[in-house]
Structures are given as structure tokens and as C-alpha cells.
């Protein structure tokens, strides 16, 4: 599949340089999308991944040598694994394996009344067993 998008490319190139044609070529139909579970990631996977997503193609080469795929992705230790070579790659390397962790650090929406109900529905069934059976209480 590489293959077949590198010779469109050099044609495209080709075509473009002589100033005979122009050819546009949309390669994002040869990308495929990650599969949404990160225990289900190949290499090929998290190869893609450290390109597009963290944008640091120098570690690629880690992923093929070691062959790391999702579930070993997330439970490496980045700075022994892939030694990173400025301190904003591994903060960047960490808190992107964090998110794949389900762990992420970004600051959560602000909490108002409703969606403190959304996230504790323990809350709502106490408060609205005790409303079902002492209905005058709910006008207190």
C-alpha cells in the first residue's frame, strides 16, 4: 500500500516539474485510522502513532526494533524505552500514553449542578428513593 502512494506521488511530482499537468492527490484514503482500542494496536499502530500523533518520527525506528505494540505501549517506561532526546518529548511521550491510559491530567469541564448529577448517580437514587416515598420533603 506504501508503495502504490509513493509511485503517485513521484508521478504527481514528475507530472508537476515538467509543467504539463497539474494532479492533485489525496492520500488520506490510503491512511487507515487506528482502531479505537489500544489493546488491539500492532506496531504498524503505534508506529503510526508516535508519527501523526505526537509528530516525533526519530523514535519510529524504537517501535519497529522492539516491536512495540498497544498493551506494550502503555505500560513502558518512556525514558528507558526510547531515551528521549529533549525534556518536552518524554513530558509530551508521557502524558499521550497517560491519555491512552484513560488517565488524562487535561483539566476536566467546570462543575455545575447538573453535571455533578452526571457523575454521581449513587446520589440521585438515594435522593430520589427518599423523594418517592417522603414526597412533601422535596418541597423543603
Known amino acids: 500500500m506504501r508503495g502504490v502512494a509513493l509511485a503517485l506521488v513521484l508521478v504527481a511530482a514528475t507530472l508537476a ?5 497539474s494532479l492533485h492527490v489525496d492520500l488520506s484514503a490510503l491512511v487507515r485510522p487506528l482502531p479505537e482500542s489500544v489493546s488491539e494496536w500492532t506496531p504498524i ?3 503510526t502513532w ?3 500523533t505526537l509528530g516525533y518520527p ?3 525506528s524504537i517501535v519497529r526494533e522492539h516491536l512495540i505494540d498497544g498493551p506494550t505501549l502503555v505500560m513502558l517506561d518512556v525514558e528507558k524505552t526510547f531515551a528521549p532526546k529533549y525534556h518536552v518529548h518524554g513530558v509530551k511521550f508521557r ?5 491512552l491510559r484513560g ?3 487535561c483539566p476536566q469541564r467546570a ?4 453535571s455533578f ?4 448517580s449513587d446520589i440521585v437514587l438515594r435522593l430520589g428513593s427518599f423523594l418517592a416515598f417522603a414526597p412533601r420533603a422535596g418541597f423543603v
Open 17 to 21: 516539474s515538467s509543467g504539463r499537468a
Open 45 to 47: 499502530d503505534v508506529e
Open 103 to 105: 488517565r488524562c491530567a
Open 95 to 99: 502524558a499521550h500514553i497517560d491519555i
Open 117 to 120: 448529577f452526571e457523575t454521581r
Open 50 to 52: 508516535v508519527n501523526r
Open 58 to 60: 526519530e523514535y519510529s
Open 111 to 114: 462543575t455545575d449542578f447538573w
